[in-house]
């Protein structure tokens, strides 16, 4: 059974920095891309960033890039999203994601809040 479990978020103010993480059971690590996708209220989901563990660059999205980091621990089979310069618009639930073929997998979220 597959299972992503997410953690580290919290409440920050503007300008900090939180670091997430996501262990994944159940999964050949080395094999997925790993995502991060965020969720505001009343607005869709969408991709933070995404690394594919076999090598390449890591993907961003245009609002987080040169401010979120992420990282691959193949050994833990554990992603990092590494978030500096936090904004307000920042606040959402983040999700870990993963596929491989017909196969979709989340994890429950973690909250992220971003207020002074």
């Known amino acids: 059974q597959v299972r992503l479990v997410e953690s580290g978020g919290g409440l920050v103010q503007p300008g900090g920095s939180l670091r997430l993480s996501c262990i994944a059971s159940?999964?050949?690590?080395?094999?997925?891309?790993m995502s991060w996708y965020r969720q505001a209220p009343g607005k869709e989901r969408e991709l933070v960033a995404s690394?594919?563990?076999?090598?390449?660059?890591?993907n961003y999205a245009d609002f987080v890039k040169g401010r979120f980091a992420i990282s691959t621990n193949s050994a833990k089979n554990t992603v990092h999203l590494q978030m500096n310069s936090l904004k307000p618009e920042d606040t959402a639930m983040y999700y870990c994601?993963?596929?491989?073929?017909?196969?979709?997998?989340w994890g429950q979220g973690t909250q992220v809040t971003v207020s002074s």
């Open positions: 994601y993963t596929a491989r073929f017909d196969s979709t997998y």
């Open positions: 159940g999964i050949t690590f080395s094999l997925y891309r």
């Open positions: 690394i594919l563990n076999t090598g390449g660059s890591p």
